[in-house]
């Protein structure tokens, strides 16, 4: 079955980066692209960015162009976002997502990671 | 960009009540409409694609409907597990994505 595998919880202090795993099981990796969302403390879903995981292109949302780089390793089927200068307001659970069959909707989910940002 | 707005933010209702949701683009987006239901500490689960597509495994009384605009998501006779939030979802050309705010469904 498909399994999305996240990176466990980071804490990490304002001006740093951090960088969240996803590990895809139970498909051909390489047959779809990976999304990342993240979802601030009481707050609905922000979507970041998507990556091609068979050619490795990248689309990020305007929001964070400039502070997030999504990357995959296809030997072992794992997708690394990598968000730079912290902020307390980057404080939120991440989630990768995998596109679905029929379109470009998350079929499967991680089990999200948590990322705090505090001084 | 497109932006999603979603009606109404909350809504309070019984079990066994009917429930709809409306999601509103601020351009057309043919069905390009996916449904999300998520139970707080949970990760999102699709519910309807292709603005009117029922999930594998997704219970019958969700529905979807709409195209071009206007959408909506229709809960045909609420359930103890459906009290929730739900977000509308949309996809262009290039597999960019935008939510909807969420809409949370309240035991009344």
């Known amino acids: 079955q498909v399994q999305l595998v996240q990176s466990g919880a980071e804490v990490k202090k304002p001006g740093a980066s951090v960088k969240v795993s996803c590990e895809a099981s139970?498909?051909?990796?390489?047959?779809?692209?990976i999304h990342w969302v993240r979802q601030a403390p009481g707050r609905g879903l922000e979507w970041m960015g998507v990556?091609?995981?068979?050619?490795?292109?990248?689309t990020y949302a305007q929001n964070f162009q400039a502070r997030v780089t999504l990357t995959r390793d296809t030997s072992t089927s794992t997708v690394y976002m990598d968000l730079s200068s912290l902020r307390s307001e980057d404080t939120a659970v991440y989630y990768c997502?995998?596109?679905?069959?029929?379109?470009?909707?998350?079929?499967?989910w991680g089990q999200g990671t948590l990322v705090t940002v505090s001084s | 960009d497109i932006q999603m707005t979603q009606s109404p933010s909350t809504l309070s209702a019984s079990v066994g009540d009917r429930v709809t949701i409306t999601c509103r683009a601020s351009?057309?987006?043919?069905?390009?409409l996916a449904w999300y239901q998520q139970i707080p500490g949970k990760a999102p689960k699709l519910l309807i694609y292709?603005?009117?597509s029922l999930e594998s495994g997704v219970p019958s009384r969700f529905s979807g409907s709409g195209s071009g605009t206007e959408f909506t998501l229709t809960i045909s006779s609420l359930q103890p597990d459906d009290f929730a939030t739900y977000y509308c979802?949309?996809?262009?050309?290039?597999?960019?994505?935008?939510f909807g705010q969420g809409t949370t469904v309240e035991i009344k």
């Open positions: 997502t995998r596109e679905s069959s029929s379109g470009s909707y998350g079929a499967y």
């Open positions: 139970g498909y051909s990796f390489t047959g779809y692209f």
């Open positions: 990556i091609n995981t068979s050619g490795g292109y990248t």
């Open positions: 351009q057309n987006i043919g069905d390009w």
């Open positions: 292709k603005a009117s």
């Open positions: 979802q949309q996809y262009d050309y290039y597999s960019r994505w935008a």
